[in-house]
């Protein structure tokens, strides 16, 4: 029963993915195909990363179950693209829930395989924020991770939450609960009072020799 | 002897990418060595890889002939550019056996590894398919394979053709070549009809929020 | 003692291709958190995307001094970023000095996975050049290494003379040091004396079909 509250979680998370990178590919010249690829590497781009620097199999190899949910995504998107326009917000939660579930999986992952605490901590960043960077690249723009907003920073800080609970010794459910919750919370906050990081300002105007 | 065609067909899609690779970085301030690495990912791009998510070593490093291929397609380009200007058409029929070829490769070495049939014919795709994305993201464009015509698509119509062929107990040798022409004659088909798919229309101008 | 050495050069050029990542990416609106992915990508990007080709876990993750040395380039651009400005020279120095010691990692490291030396050299390659690539993709920009300067081609050079030495029997400390001093001064006079490679020409205007 918990097994499938998981597998329910993370597919959400790869269907808000999905219509995440739906949103940002409609409307620039992209056919069906294409926008099908753009979620499916928005939705898997970050965990297919992380499990190849971990030297694993791909995850999404082992179960058709995240193509087909990005499918589902896509569907939805042709079919009912008005509807999800009202859905904004709702989206937008999603995305939260998405970026929040794919941490904590990504954490897990990587403990499991035995790795230090802290590159655990950037798996789950890499897990929750790569697959839109590729999504980005592929559209030909410069990701929106590295512009604006808090958003690897809110799956940073997660992580950091995760592991004071499993030092704490709290059971995993409930440090994987407060990590997801953790994140999910800190991008909300960072996006309604538009929490942003300082920009880099120009350090070299002159000598672009290199 | 049937080794040798194999090796040959491969290397004439290998040319056939660098060649294509070439066309697209010529007259974008690419220089000799940045136009090398262009068609050289192009060429190598998919199949590299499809070797990565597989977890193998990249069929490049055991057999130098990939290298020296895209070398000597440097080298005819450059020598003659203008004989090749006429060839357009012979250039894209080079294409689009590379497509077919290398379909079949990607499709024949994941069914080696005892990956299930769908991740064979993603796989197939992927070989055939994502060095042009490679090609297109380096030249800072949107990749064409998002963008128009039908190309991944007649790859993975070629790998429901080899399942087919195969489930229905056909020797390799019929199974590929069939499926090899079929990505041929799919694609020539899409081109000559100009085939396109829909656009994905926009969902969603107003709420840009993420 | 030796081994510290070592160390100590690796890190160099960690720093080195850090600040250069953060020289690229200043002015451009990326935020603090972007600045830092930015120079990490520039400075591990390279070895991580050869070690992933040679099937080995990415360097950085045993050690986490990488993305420290990174954290204290960034925290120097923050802080100094008038006086890097005046240090103009120095940090190019400091780039050539990166490119020069990543080759020699980049060879020695394949050639300790039993890699024939053709492989090696384009090991060496990869983990000089890809850093900056990858920075320049993210950055939204054809990579410099595709357009401009001898950079990649330095470092190629350099590993023809890691293998001269090599096999004229000198010891790995001899070998390594002429490598890197090889790289660095080919990458010294390609910029001293704008050393560039023709650029390719149109091969073929009218016919884009592909």
């Given at each position: 029963?918990?097994?499938?509250?998981?597998?329910?979680?993370?597919?959400?998370?790869?269907?808000?993915?999905?219509?995440?990178?739906?949103?940002?590919?409609?409307?620039?010249?992209?056919?069906?195909?294409?926008?099908?690829?753009?979620?499916?590497?928005?939705?898997?781009?970050?965990?297919?990363?992380?499990?190849?620097?971990?030297?694993?199999?791909?995850f999404w190899m082992e179960?058709?179950?995240?193509?087909?949910?990005?499918?589902?995504?896509?569907?939805?998107?042709?079919?009912?693209?008005?509807?999800?326009?009202?859905?904004?917000?709702?989206?937008?939660?999603?995305?939260?829930?998405?970026?929040?579930?794919?941490?904590?999986?990504?954490?897990?992952?990587?403990?499991?395989?035995?790795?230090?605490?802290?590159?655990?901590?950037?798996?789950?960043?890499?897990?929750?924020?790569?697959?839109?960077?590729?999504?980005?690249?592929?559209?030909?723009?410069?990701?929106?991770?590295?512009?604006?907003?808090?958003?690897?920073?809110?799956?940073?800080?997660?992580?950091?939450?995760?592991?004071?609970?499993?030092?704490?010794?709290?059971?995993?459910?409930?440090?994987?609960?407060?990590?997801?919750?953790?994140?999910?919370?800190?991008?909300?906050?960072a996006v309604k009072?538009?929490?942003?990081?300082?920009?880099?300002?120009?350090?070299?105007?002159?000598?672009?020799?290199?």
């Open positions: 029963m918990e097994f499938n509250i998981t597998i329910f979680l993370d597919l959400l998370g790869t269907f808000a993915f999905a219509i995440s990178g739906l949103r940002i590919a409609s409307g620039k010249k992209i056919d069906w195909f294409g926008a099908y690829i753009i979620a499916l590497v928005t939705a898997i781009g970050g965990g297919t990363t992380r499990d190849l620097l971990m030297d694993v199999r791909p179960n058709s179950m995240y193509f087909i949910t990005t499918g589902v995504a896509f569907v939805s998107a042709i079919l009912f693209k008005d509807k999800l326009f009202r859905w904004g917000s709702t989206l937008f939660m999603f995305d939260a829930i998405g970026l929040g579930m794919f941490t904590v999986v990504g954490i897990s992952k990587s403990l499991a395989m035995g790795l230090p605490m802290w590159v655990c901590i950037v798996m789950g960043t890499i897990t929750g924020s790569l697959g839109g960077v590729f999504r980005d690249v592929l559209l030909n723009k410069v990701p929106l991770l590295l512009t604006r907003d808090i958003y690897a920073l809110a799956s940073l800080f997660g992580g950091l939450v995760y592991f004071l609970f499993y030092k704490l010794g709290f059971s995993s459910n409930i440090t994987e609960s407060m990590t997801a919750i953790t994140v999910i919370i800190a991008r909300l906050i009072f538009h929490l942003q990081l300082p920009l880099l300002k120009p350090i070299n105007e002159n000598s672009n020799k290199n």
